[in-house]
């Protein structure tokens, strides 16, 4: 699992290969990832936006962004978390992403920016 810390909100991920939806003789690579975002202010907050910056191991680049996470823009209030599963294809078996997310404190419009920790996704037979 990797972890960060952002102006009291922790961002913590998971990932997991995702073998019957890949085929690896195409070229296709599909991993899960499991995100948990805590709030440990004292704010309410609201997760509006997401940014992705998406590596694969042959250097490919792609960005992503769009308004919330799978359809959602949950509000957290303190000492609670909102944890959500997506997923991310590759044409490599390796490959990474990091991000962002913009927030809002609710009780005064305060817009702020989490990081999301950079995160590898790596088929299990790689890692031997």
Known sequence: MTTTITDGVKVSVET????EYSSPESDHFMFAYKINIENLSNYTIQLLRRRWD????????REVEGEG??????????GESH????????????GSMKGEYQMIRT?????????????????????N
């Open 69 to 78: 996470v799978v359809g959602e823009q949950p509000v957290i209030q303190p």
């Open 107 to 127: 009780m005064d419009n305060t817009l702020f920016e989490v990081q999301i920790p950079e995160f590898f996704m790596i088929v299990p037979y790689r890692l």
């Open 54 to 61: 998406i590596f694969d191991s042959s250097g490919v680049h």
């Open 16 to 19: 997991q290969y995702q073998p």
């Open 83 to 94: 944890e959500y599963v997506s997923g991310c294809n590759f044409k490599t078996d390796m």
